[in-house]
């Protein structure tokens, strides 16, 4: 159903996007990542109880999910811009910054 509603998307239709990324995954496993799985493993373990997946379709698939969900659209494309994420991060436990600088470039000061 949601994947329904995004299919509505004025710029770039979902199931489109997730044929693409199913198909550069597949030609990525054919070219690069089975030819040396000791570099590109399929999963990562974090602990005994916890893997994750790499160099796979379901690794691939969360790592453009991660990209995409940080991409704003602007000028007519997709772009990453860094800094614009740290908008909804939250080091000072919901406490407003005041005047003063935030590190070496920025001022919080109007």
Not at 26 to 32: C, G, K, S
Not at 40 to 68: Q, R, S
Request: contains cysteine; aromatic residues 10%.
């Amino acid at each position: 159903e949601d994947q329904e509603v995004l299919q509505l998307s004025s710029t770039q239709k979902i199931y489109q996007i997730l044929d693409d990324i199913e198909e550069d995954a597949a030609w990525l496993t054919e070219n690069i990542w089975d030819k040396d799985r000791k570099l590109f493993p399929e999963e990562v373990v974090l602990d005994a109880e916890h893997t994750i997946p790499c160099f796979t379709e379901e690794g691939y698939k969360w790592a453009m999910a991660m990209a995409k969900s940080r991409c704003v659209f602007t000028d007519g494309s997709l772009r990453l811009m860094p800094l614009l994420d740290f908008a909804n991060h939250d080091d000072y436990g919901g406490r407003e910054i005041e005047g003063g600088k935030m590190g070496p470039f920025f001022t919080t000061r109007g």
